[in-house]
């Protein structure tokens, strides 16, 4: 199949951008391929869900030179130390909701069918704990301020993900070939719940709290 819409040069940093799976072949046979290797084997570097797929890697390697500079590259590590650093400082301004938040403020149990839409489902965040809290948030951003979700306690109640994934998309950052979903918010709280403390991790959230 062709297409011609874009080069297959770029097709391959497209299949680079997703986290393994059906796009790790393609990208090992592009490796023998002379004028896709040097794309394929950039694009490889930064995929590690391979499983068995490593072994073809690691035999192609022993004749292809495109193949060896993946394995070294998964061998140093450059997809975790190409990411960029966290910055030394932050300058956030504060949105701050008095007393305690739960997963049900983030992720209304009314509005449980939009769950899986996150930027719709997000729509509902804090309407009754809350209410014009997104549209604050909304406004200082445009603004050009990095937000803080601040509160005294903070994601009690259900473990439910869906909570962190509005409160990330209303103050995180886009994430590049991932639509749809955010990371990187600052959540900050006197009490932290601890299931809401590591899904906020786990979500690409930056979390804080003085215990």
């Given at each position: 199949?062709?297409?011609?819409?874009?080069?297959?040069?770029?097709?391959?940093?497209?299949?680079?951008?997703?986290?393994?799976?059906?796009?790790?072949?393609?990208?090992?046979a592009?490796l023998?391929?002379?004028?896709?290797a040097?794309?394929?084997?950039?694009?490889l570097?930064?995929?590690?869900?391979v499983?068995?797929?490593?072994?073809?890697?690691?035999?192609?390697?022993k004749?292809?030179?495109?193949?060896?500079?993946?394995?070294?590259?998964?061998?140093?590590?450059?997809?975790?130390?190409?990411?960029?650093?966290?910055?030394?400082?932050l300058?956030l301004?504060?949105?701050?909701?008095?007393?305690?938040?739960?997963?049900?403020?983030?992720?209304?149990?009314?509005?449980?069918?939009?769950?899986?839409?996150?930027?719709?489902?997000?729509?509902?965040?804090?309407?009754?704990r809350?209410?014009?809290?997104?549209?604050?948030?909304?406004?200082?951003?445009?603004?050009?301020?990095?937000?803080?979700?601040?509160?005294?306690?903070?994601?009690?109640?259900?473990s439910?993900?869906?909570?962190?994934?509005?409160?990330?998309?209303?103050?995180?950052?886009d994430?590049?070939?991932?639509?749809?979903?955010?990371?990187?918010?600052?959540?900050?709280?006197?009490?932290?719940?601890?299931?809401?403390?590591?899904?906020?991790?786990?979500?690409?959230?930056?979390?804080?709290?003085?215990?």
């Amino acid at each position: 199949m062709r297409c011609a819409l874009i080069t297959a040069t770029r097709a391959a940093e497209i299949l680079g951008t997703m986290l393994g799976g059906y796009n790790v072949a393609p990208l090992i046979a592009a490796l023998e391929d002379a004028a896709l290797a040097d794309a394929a084997a950039k694009a490889l570097s930064q995929v590690v869900l391979v499983y068995d797929a490593f072994n073809d890697v690691e035999r192609l390697a022993k004749t292809n030179a495109a193949a060896k500079r993946v394995l070294q590259s998964w061998a140093a590590a450059e997809w975790f130390t190409s990411r960029p650093q966290l910055p030394e400082q932050l300058t956030l301004k504060v949105f701050k909701v008095e007393g305690e938040i739960n997963t049900d403020d983030f992720s209304p149990a009314s509005d449980a069918s939009t769950r899986p839409d996150i930027p719709l489902h997000a729509l509902a965040m804090g309407k009754t704990r809350f209410p014009g809290g997104i549209e604050t948030i909304a406004a200082w951003r445009r603004e050009g301020a990095r937000v803080a979700f601040v509160g005294d306690v903070v994601g009690t109640g259900s473990s439910r993900k869906s909570a962190c994934n509005s409160v990330l998309w209303h103050i995180g950052e886009d994430i590049p070939a991932v639509p749809n979903k955010r990371r990187g918010g600052v959540i900050i709280g006197g009490a932290i719940a601890p299931i809401f403390f590591n899904t906020a991790e786990d979500s690409g959230g930056c979390r804080w709290s003085p215990t």
